[in-house]
């Protein structure tokens, strides 16, 4: 094949596409989606916003190289598609860079967002302009303040005093979800425990829904992150049983997933750091209170993730206290241990360390008694060793045996017996559990939505009336915005001191700031009106837009923001603000960009960045070398790829367009016919590959089209073939979602205008029925014959043709074959003796 010798003038130039149609966006602003008159059908396509810390780096051009595909797509296929951008922009990235560098938050997040949305618009995403929010200005964080109210007024935002996640180097509270292994997630500082007065959101009146309706997500969000979730969960189903304990007047439960197991109870244990602890050593002598003192400091500084790691040495405390056994009357000696949390169940369970190797772990530790309960077999029928000798529990179900009146039951039969029997007496009662904890939201952190309380000697928490929302910011200057364990607010002191809205006598703002989580479960709320002064979202515009049709973002946000945006949209509807359960339709998550196997890091020394991989291969060879690089779900080495070997193939596919002789509109139905089979076959596999993920497919799509699209021009139908120009156009159309400057580039060679609304080829099914495939035929590996065979033809009648074939018998020359694999129909791998 050859091609047109290349000018300065003819040859492809990035550079040169790129300014000219950048400024020509800018201006027509073609993806905007708030025409009321438009009567297309709609699509909600979403991107997770990002935090302004910087410019846009090698992930961000991933996601949203994924997120464009989708929005663009829809739009050639005919939709009015809603896809907005706005900026995450309160929280400790920005405040500690803000920080380190003596400057105001404001300044810094601002001139981030500028370059942001400067970097975006170059790297052509199909943003909708009209709709920018950031979380950060008032008119966003107006109605942050005017929904947390409206979550007090339903009970689902309270104030308690608790021990909380903090970290030391922060100086502010953490969510159960923002800690991981054990670290701030932030910093990665360990995090210790702190007894504080907290805002939390009561996301646990929710759980059975949480939990429940993922039902409803299955096949259309990734089944790891609904696993995530159901596990964060963590619902169970068990009993409450009623233990009394010597010298207290009020018995205390305890959860128990196992009450069948009640008769091999040998002690119970509390939480350390648990204020039933703290209670039941009160009046003991000075030995065991200072023992005990002394231990929960120890507690205090370890995480919950290594208190519960299950190859932790068992440690605690006796508390020279007991409690008795509601099913036998036995006397259970009380101790303390970090192994139980203070918010799980009760903060206490029964110790059965027969069938529960932590229990075992620490009976063993503190010479305790061990009972068996249970009959439990291996695989071959045979007893499991006794755990006290073992140092194994068994924990597999079994037999109930040396349980009284329950032996020789089942485990199902004997938790309904002793559950109903408990019932009963009045000593325990069916119940669940949940690992979900309610959601700490405030933080000690001037960079963050005021919270809209007003604490009043007299009053107590009032809430802030709408009409005086929103509660702004006041200006960080002379505040010493430095982490140190109370919220800078409290020194803005004509800030804090205020009237109480009730008696209007003198009282006190609230001073911590809301966690960002809080800012992102209903961003895309305010996205269909972010102007809007009136109320946080328009009715009319949610049941125009919402809920969201796919959602694109990073797995690491499974449980945090997605859990609580569901939470969000939950509470939303109750209040009848939504007439939707669920936020996010579809979600795709898409994987890393890595070097050399590792996360890119400075320390590492292996960081990529954009800007400079813009300048030297522009903007659409990096966008197509993301989505090309793989399934979006999976990570990309940028060590493996090749954006120049993107650069060549676009130049390539330019030049079709270049090159097409024929006027616009020229029936194609008369052109070449193999090539509109090609065309067609392609658009039509495109679609559902487009719609199915698998985008890196499309563009290989793209490419075959390409090359047989060149074959045509150069040696069989010519420039003016009206299928050339058919094919050269569905090129562009499908290019557009990927490398949409060379497209645009190549739509206007073709006499168009706007290549984002192109439109999707009507393909004519006639033209994807397939009268022959082409078989290979290979002796040793080396292609000798291609036949033109039915689709449908058997691996014996395939056979018999390839050996028949003249080029065969020739090529063989009477050699013996010793086999003949057929794969059929496209190809037969013969292999002579």
Known sequence: MTETPQTDETRYNFRDIE?????????????????PTDERPTKYVLDMFPYPS??????????????????????QRGFNVLHPIGWDSFGLPAENAAINRGLDPRGWTEDNIAQQRASMERYACSFDWD????????????????????????????????????CPKDQTVLANEQVVAGLCERCDTPVTKKKLNQWYFKITDYADRLLDDLQELEGTWPSKVIAMQRNWIGRSEGADVQFRIEGRDEPIDIYTTRPDTLHGATFMVVAADSDLAAELVQGADADVKQAFDAYVEEVRAASDIDRLATDRPKTGVFLNRYATNPVNGERLPIWASDYVLADYGHGAVMAVPAHDQRDLDFARAMDLPVRVVLDVRDEDGKPVEDPATSGVAA????????????????????????????EDKGLGKSARNYRLRDWLISRQRYWGTPIPIVHCDDCGEVRVPDEQLPIELPPAEGLDLKPKGSSPLGAATEWVNTECPDCGKPAKRDTDTMDTFVDSSWYYLRYLNPQKTDGPFDPEDTKKWAPIDQYVGGVTHAILHLLYSRFFTKALNDMGLVDFNEPFTALLNQGMVQMEGSAMSKS???????????????????????????????????????????????????????DVTSEPGVDPSTGDAALRASTHKTMHECAELAEGFRFNVVVARTMELVNVTRKAIDSGAGPADPAVREAAEAVAVLLSLVAPYCAEDMWSML????????????????LLVEDTVTCVVQI????????????????????????AA?????ALDGAEIRTVIVRAPKVVNIVPA
């Not at 300014?19 to 025409?35: A, Y």
């Open 19 to 35: 300014e000219r149609w950048l400024p020509v966006w800018r201006e027509t602003q073609p993806f905007r989606s708030s025409d």
């Open 54 to 75: 910087g410019d846009l780096h090698m992930g961000h051009a991933e996601a949203y190289a994924l997120g464009d595909v989708i929005a663009r797509y829809w739009v």
């Open 131 to 166: 709709r920018v929010l950031a979380t950060h200005r008032p008119e966003y964080y107006h109605w942050n303040q005017w929904l947390f109210t409206r979550m007090h007024e339903k009970g689902l935002a309270y104030r308690k005093h608790s021990a909380v996640n903090w």
């Open 395 to 422: 924990t597999g179900d079994g037999t109930v045996i040396n349980s009284g009146d329950l032996d020789g039951l089942s485990k199902a039969d004997a938790i309904s017996a002793i559950s109903a029997d408990l």
């Open 604 to 658: 590492r020394g292996n960081v990529v960045r954009l800007g400079e991989q813009l300048d030297e291969f522009g903007v659409d060879s990096v966008r197509l070398t993301m989505v090309f690089a793989g399934p979006p779900e999976d990570d990309i080495d940028w060590a493996d790829v090749s954006p120049g070997a993107s650069a060549k193939f676009l130049a390539r596919a330019w030049r079709l367009a270049r």
């Open 751 to 766: 006499g168009h205008e706007n290549v984002a609304r192109g439109g999707w080829l009507d393909v004519d099914e006639s």
């Open 780 to 803: 040793k590996g080396k292609v000798r014959e291609r036949l033109e065979v039915p689709p449908s033809i058997g691996e014996d009648e395939l056979r018999e043709m390839a050996l």
């Open 806 to 810: 003249p080029r065969v018998v020739r």
